[in-house]
């Protein structure tokens, strides 16, 4: 057994084990493996000839070490292999009864995916690496070479020192799941394409399936968050925004997001931050195809978001994705009867709305944002103010009060809780306990199971950082941009997707501070819009400034509607129709997203 360390094969690459593995089929042939801080380098040499992969750190979740159940013909004949499909050999885990006390060998299982292009796209195929280690005489110091293999690749995956014992972290991921979501498959989803990696990852959770409308909001508002790594929505995008919302509630709201992470897996319809996650990361998405947002979940490599602070004449939220008023709002809610369609739900209705096509009077206002280019880039969080809302009058600053705001002042207003309730937000009481993939330490809790109901407070009160705007009803500033007339449509987004096959904002990052104003005034052609939602995928819209249609940076704005006859939505959520303002706040979220190093 070689064991190198402080070895460098070049200035970038440093080796940290390396061992040869022999083929004993064949004659002359050796696999020469490597663990470099750049990931596991395999090199086949047959009869002079070599053959050179590497599976990269950031396409590999795990290790384990296993021993051999029984021997089967020819299973001992390769020591080193890369497995895609059926395993070749079965093994147990090393603390179990029943295995082969006859074979002293010590199995050490990579699983990795590997990025690989698929006709005109990318995929993640899973591959299984099996280094079979027996040197020694007996399993015990076999095991211990593959312990310390393991070991060191842990360390590595973790962006840890390396040392001989792997990393620990007692901390579970906090899953909650919405079984309604989209077309109702989140269930099949995490426990096929979910879990199994979890597993590989060993990495524990504990999953909680939503009962009833709001129910992972007044979760996370009234447990213990740091007692997990890590809060998962799985579903669609509504589920987040019952999260997000839900930590806001909290007093210590500013502490809990910067030391639990969020990560979104999308089960539901439209799904576009998870969409603008692998964009933004280099990272395939393929619709029912988890893969490599289940991978961010093993590693936990998290970045920080921007959040928008919403308010309208009853209600303050928080948001994450867009804001809409119009036809794409209009088609959002309205296709909510064709949901068990999935995505093809929005494309359906749409063909609908532009037939019988809307006109909406009001005003639009905004703070436009003159120069993107010059934005800085904040690279960690901001301490914020702080605000409450609690049961009362709207206690806004004026006008005036806006330009000398003092940034630690406290703002009191009223946030009282919204009765809109989304259909894929119910849980059905007729469904029954399913068998899920589980890693060691994993819990997974039925809504049936007894004190699972949670009782909410009486007051619940939004905090998060005090708005820098004046209150709905005043006068705006006069550096503010002012549209008044009839429009098609008016959304704002602040990631580059709104959904799966929607590429709004192609400039758009996790966290720039930039909203961006898609304005679609009365005067455009049914062509148009036709041409603007078919191409959705491709942005043409993005680079528009005419008359009818136009993209406009913002970093807060207002819309005031004229009547009461139509939808506003915050995240795909239906909201109150009427007055409605936003403003942008940076760093406030860490977001767990793949790892691009």
């Known amino acids: 057994m070689n064991v190198v360390e402080g070895e460098y094969s070049d200035s970038k690459e440093h080796v940290y084990l390396q061992e040869t593995f022999y083929i004993l089929s064949k004659k002359n042939s050796v696999f020469r493996v490597r663990l470099t801080s750049k990931g596991l380098s395999l090199t086949k040499e047959t009869d002079g000839s070599c053959k050179e992969q590497t599976i990269l750190l950031r396409d590999i979740v795990g290790s384990k070490c296993m021993r051999s159940k029984r021997r089967r013909p020819g299973a001992g004949s390769c020591v080193c292999s890369s497995l895609v499909g059926p395993h070749q050999l079965k093994v147990v885990d090393e603390n179990s009864g029943d295995l082969d006390e006859n074979d002293i060998s010590a199995y050490l299982y990579v699983y990795a995916y590997i990025l690989k292009r698929s006709r005109r796209t990318f995929k993640r195929e899973r591959t299984t690496i099996t280094l079979r280690f027996r040197s020694y005489d007996k399993y015990d110091d076999n095991n211990k070479e593959a312990q310390k293999w393991r070991a060191t690749l842990k360390c590595l995956i973790a962006s840890q020192p390396i040392t001989y014992a792997p990393p620990v972290n007692d901390k579970k991921l906090l899953i909650l799941l919405n079984p309604k979501s989209g077309p109702g498959k989140a269930r099949e989803q995490f426990q096929t394409k979910i879990a199994p990696i979890l597993q590989e990852a060993e990495v524990p959770y504990d999953l909680h399936v939503t009962k009833y409308a709001q129910y992972a909001r007044e979760f996370v508002r009234t447990r213990n968050v740091y007692a997990w790594r890590g809060i998962v929505a799985v579903g669609g995008d509504g589920v987040l925004f019952e999260?997000?919302?839900?930590?806001?509630?909290?007093?210590?709201?500013?502490?809990?997001?910067?030391?639990?992470?969020?990560?979104?897996?999308?089960?539901?319809?439209?799904?576009?931050?998870?969409?603008?996650?692998?964009?933004?990361?280099?990272?395939?998405?393929?619709?029912?195809?988890?893969?490599?947002?289940?991978?961010?979940?093993?590693?936990?490599?998290?970045?920080?978001?921007?959040?928008?602070?919403?308010?309208?004449?009853?209600?303050?939220?928080?948001?994450?994705?867009?804001?809409?008023?119009?036809?794409?709002?209009?088609?959002?809610?309205?296709?909510?009867?064709?949901?068990?369609?999935?995505?093809q739900r929005f494309a359906v209705w749409a063909v609908a709305r532009i037939l019988g096509l809307r006109k909406y009077k009001g005003v639009v206002s905004y703070m436009k944002i003159k120069d993107i280019s010059n934005l800085p880039k904040a690279k960690q969080p901001l301490t914020l103010s702080h605000s409450v809302s609690q049961d009362g009058a709207l206690d806004s600053p004026d006008a005036e009060a806006f330009i000398d705001c003092d940034e630690h002042s406290e703002v009191y207003s009223n946030a009282r809780s919204g009765r809109h309730q989304r259909v894929d937000s119910w849980y059905s009481v007729n469904s029954r306990r399913s068998a899920f993939f589980s890693t060691r330490g994993s819990e997974y809790h039925s809504v049936t199971s007894e004190n699972s109901e949670m009782r909410s407070p009486v007051h619940v009160c939004m905090h998060g950082p005090a708005s820098h705007l004046p209150s709905?009803?005043?006068?705006?500033?006069?550096?503010?941009?002012?549209?008044?007339?009839?429009?098609?449509?008016?959304?704002?987004?602040?990631?580059?997707?709104?959904?799966?096959?929607?590429?709004?904002?192609?400039?758009?990052?996790?966290?720039?501070?930039?909203?961006?104003?898609?304005?679609?005034?009365?005067?455009?052609?049914?062509?148009?819009?036709?041409?603007?939602?078919?191409?959705?995928?491709?942005?043409?819209?993005?680079?528009?400034?005419?008359?009818?249609?136009?993209?406009?940076?913002?970093?807060?704005?207002?819309?005031?509607?004229?009547?009461?006859?139509?939808?506003?939505?915050?995240?795909?959520?239906?909201?109150?129709?009427?007055?409605?303002?936003?403003?942008?706040?940076?760093?406030?979220?860490?977001?767990?997203?793949?790892?691009?190093?």
Request: hydrophobic share 45%; net charge negative; with cysteine.
């Open 243 to 343: 999260i997000l919302n839900g930590m806001f509630e909290r007093l210590d709201w500013q502490q809990a997001f910067s030391e639990v992470p969020l990560a979104i897996m999308p089960c539901g319809s439209g799904n576009g931050l998870a969409r603008s996650i692998c964009h933004l990361y280099n990272e395939p998405y393929i619709p029912q195809n988890l893969t490599g947002l289940s991978m961010a979940l093993a590693r936990g490599d998290s970045t920080h978001m921007d959040v928008v602070r919403v308010e309208t004449k009853t209600k303050i939220m928080f948001s994450f994705l867009s804001i809409g008023w119009g036809l794409l709002s209009d088609i959002d809610i309205e296709s909510e009867r064709l949901r068990a369609m999935g995505g």
């Open 472 to 597: 709905l009803m005043s006068q705006l500033p006069t550096n503010w941009v002012h549209e008044q007339g009839e429009f098609i449509m008016v959304h704002v987004s602040y990631q580059s997707y709104i959904g799966e096959d929607f590429f709004f904002a192609p400039r758009s990052q996790l966290c720039d501070g930039v909203m961006w104003m898609l304005i679609i005034k009365v005067g455009v052609s049914r062509s148009q819009l036709l041409s603007f939602l078919v191409n959705a995928n491709q942005a043409p819209h993005a680079e528009l400034n005419s008359e009818y249609i136009k993209m406009v940076p913002v970093s807060a704005f207002r819309i005031v509607p004229e009547g009461s006859d139509g939808i506003l939505t915050v995240d795909g959520e239906l909201v109150e129709y009427g007055p409605i303002q936003a403003e942008i706040f940076p760093n406030i979220v860490k977001l767990m997203v793949p790892d691009n190093k």
